[in-house]
Structure formats: C-alpha cells, structure tokens
Nanobody
Framework: QVQVVESGGGLVQPGGSLRLSCAAS????????MGWYRQAPGKERELVAT???????KYQDSVKGRLTISRDNGKKTVYLQMNSLKPEDTAVYYC???????????????WGQGTQVTVSS
C-alpha cells in the first residue's frame, strides 16, 4: 500500500504565506518526481510546480517568484512554500508522486486527497 497525504492548507489574507506539505508512505521502492497541481471552482486541474528526485524544478508562469517547491528525500516529503498569495491562488491543491512500489516493476502516479487554500480578506 502506498499513500500520499497533503497538509497545511487554510485561509490566508492576500499577500500572506502558507506552506503545504505532502508525505509519501508505504511500500516504496523508488520515489521519482513529485509535484503540486491545483483546481479552482469551475476550472480544470492545472500544474503548479514539479520537482525531480535530483531537485530540478518547473513552475507554472503565474506562480514563478512567489511559490517555491522543494523536497526532503529522507522524509519522502515535498513542500510548496507559497508567498505573496493572491485571491486567484484560491483552489484545492493536490500533491502527486511518481512511485515505484515494492511489488511493481513500473512506477505509477499517486495522488493525495487535496487540501483547500483560500486567499481572501
């Protein structure tokens, strides 16, 4: 069994900060790329940022300079530091991890349950 669990969402005022965490657990043989997506009401899920196992990162243009993705391989955890938050950042944020489990020869994408981030005054 492999699980991916997010934490750290909440309500914040515009210009404020939040840090999301996402921990992978279970029978993990290899943890590959991890990332964050978000889905706002009435919109499709979109990529926010990704990070490879060696630390290479990619960002959606609208979050560059404000959101920072990082990971701790020892803790099997990925983080999303969100600064200078805007109302348009309001969404459910989902963590994803590409994991090869102990019982599989091929990696699969695992998703968390999502955590709500609301930016409002």
């Amino acid at each position: 069994q492999v699980q991916v669990v997010e934490s750290g969402g909440g309500l914040v005022q515009p210009g404020g900060s939040l840090r999301l965490s996402c921990a992978a657990s279970g029978s993990i043989f290899k943890l590959n790329a991890m990332g964050w997506y978000r889905q706002a009401p009435g919109k499709e899920r979109e990529l926010v940022a990704t990070i490879t196992s060696t630390g290479s990162t990619k960002y959606q243009d609208s979050v560059k300079g404000r959101l920072t993705i990082s990971r701790d391989n020892g803790k099997k955890t990925v983080y999303l530091q969100m600064n200078s938050l805007k109302p348009e950042d309001t969404a459910v944020y989902y963590c994803t991890a590409n994991i090869q489990s102990s019982w599989s020869y091929k990696p699969s994408d695992y998703w968390g349950q999502g955590t709500q981030v609301t930016v409002s005054s």
